[in-house]
């Protein structure tokens, strides 16, 4: 009588093979909404309404069934309140007003961050976008979050953030010997570091709050997150 396993081992390769398609599709979609973050902040230099509005709502379509439901408010929050800068650069000008009032007659603004007309959009997903590379955080005032990420040394590691805005959070990177690689602050929220570690094994994102009051982040990374 011979008497077979009821658990299956994963074949290495396969798992490797879909561990490098993961870190590729989470690449696009940071390089998506780096795209999309920079048209919106040169529209708001141009104090082009309807293109910030447009960049903006984009940022929804990028993500479109990827994000957890509890990894989604900020981004709700961060694109909602993008929206709302969009109508008051168009406040004095009754004709990009109604342009604007037109390419968002279908979106809910009032929903204080829940998921109100947003929610469709998110949910429990087994796309690329896994909570393993994807995290929110509540970082408390006048404090640090570190992060842990394994790495490998094939693969680029990119750390992308979002943050309220205008509260000055900061990203810094470091290698596996607790050298710092990249530092990033933006007043918009949208920060970003790179690096590619010589071997495998651990680097530390550091994310900072430096203001007098808690803040969430949002932390999408094309390497597991260690659970520590």
């Known amino acids: 009588m011979i008497l077979t396993s009821g658990c299956v081992s994963q074949d290495p390769e396969r798992t490797e093979a879909k561990s490098s398609r993961a870190s590729a599709a989470i690449e696009v979609t940071i390089a998506r909404l780096q795209t999309l973050n920079a048209a919106y902040e040169r529209a708001q230099r141009e104090s082009d309404a309807i293109a910030m509005a447009a960049s903006a709502l984009q940022r929804l379509q990028v993500v479109d069934g990827r994000l957890a439901e509890q990894d989604a408010p900020l981004f709700i929050e961060n694109t909602v309140s993008m929206i709302q800068r969009a109508k008051m650069v168009a406040a004095g000008n009754q004709e990009v007003r109604a342009q604007l009032d037109a390419l968002l007659a279908d979106v809910d603004l009032e929903h204080e961050q829940t998921f109100g007309a947003f929610g469709q959009l998110f949910g429990n997903t087994s796309?690329?976008?896994?909570?393993?590379?994807?995290?929110?955080?509540?970082?408390?005032?006048?404090?640090?979050?570190?992060?842990?990420?394994?790495?490998?040394?094939?693969?680029?590691?990119?750390?992308?953030?979002?943050?309220?805005?205008?509260?000055?959070?900061?990203?810094?990177?470091?290698?596996?010997a607790d050298t710092v690689v990249c530092t990033d602050v933006s007043r918009h929220g949208s920060l970003i570091c790179r690096h590619r570690p010589p071997k495998p094994g651990r680097v530390t994102a550091a994310l900072s709050n430096p203001s007098p009051i808690e803040l969430g982040v949002l932390m999408i990374t094309n390497h597991p997150i260690a659970e520590d």
């Open 127 to 176: 796309d690329a976008l896994k909570r393993k590379r994807v995290r929110s955080y509540d970082i408390a005032r006048e404090s640090e979050r570190l992060v842990r990420l394994n790495v490998a040394d094939d693969i680029g590691v990119i750390v992308y953030v979002e943050a309220p805005f205008g509260r000055g959070v900061g990203l810094t990177l470091s290698d596996m």
